[in-house]
């Protein structure tokens, strides 16, 4: 179980490690890593997959090594740039293999609020599966109310203020930007799926996780973006800039939702073709009201194709790779010593 122990004057979260995939940021990565340090209580171990960036980011984790004091810190350069999902699903395997209780999963464009971890171990009893709030480069809330429909295969907003009555609220899907997830849930449906590349990753898994246990969203904020982009607000929700790659991901890995779909009985062929028609609306959108140009429309349309290749493909089974039978955990090994 997890506990908390003083190592060299720091207060020390057991079992816990915070994973993060960065590529090419290494001044975002700088402030990740201080913020890290600088943390009420010190997760056990901190876990950096490093997408191939091949620029400073080795001299920027070991300038941060001293700062980190006992944080057991395991920096993992890949051969070659996996993406956000091949990154986070060599850094839970890599996190679950260390015995860790409970893994922390975000990217490089964050910062750990002081007293974040202390708020998720709040709820950590409780619940397996858990998100806390975010706020933006400037300190505004960022919007994160969603819950995911299967029949559309989309994610859809919830308005309002959800905290007003509760600190809990529950939905069905994840964000890799503050993902809590206990190595039970990990267990039972495996590691993130590296074929995501990047964007859907994160929600099909917190969707998978929704199968067997709550997926919540606690009251306090745990981490600051640290990125500012260009956005427009849409009422319940805002739509910031992207690049091309995502645009073109958006749209494939709705082959890959396909599949998903299909594993749990809930493929609708009929609603979820509505569900991408609004989805490369939403990127249309994007490309005219952000990013003010059309350039990016073919990024679109060959997303789609191949979004209808991999939905064919029956070749395609589910996640590559599960974590039963994986190494003790924390816990475990603790119980062996005594």
Known sequence: MTGVEKGKGRRIARGVAVVVVTYRRPAMLAQLLESVAGSTLLPERLVIIDNASGDETPAVVEAARAALGPVELDYRPLE?????????????????????EWMWLMDDDVALAPSGLETLLAHAGRYRCLMGERENSDGRP??????????LGVALPRPGNLFRRADVWHTNLATFEGLFVHRSVVDAIGFPDPRFFITWDDLAYGWLASHVTDVVCVKGVVLQRLRNQRQISLGVRHLAEASDLSRFYMMRNRGLLVHYLRA???????????????????????LVAVERRLKGMGSITRGMR????????????????????????????ASARS
Do not use: M
């Not at 960022?142 to 029949?151: E, I, S």
């Open 80 to 100: 070659r740039n996996l993406g956000g999902a091949g990154g986070f699903h060599e850094g839970v395997r890599l996190a679950h293999a260390a015995g860790a």
């Open 142 to 151: 960022f919007f994160f109310q969603n819950v995911f429909f299967p029949a």
């Open 264 to 286: 749990k009985g809930r493929y609708r062929p009929i609603p979820f073709a509505f569900g991408t028609a609004l989805v490369a609306l939403k990127e249309i959108l994007r």
């Open 306 to 333: 191949e979004a209808r290749r991999i939905a064919r493909d029956d070749a395609w089974s589910g996640l590559p790779e599960t974590a039963a039978g994986g190494a003790p955990s924390h816990a475990q090994k």
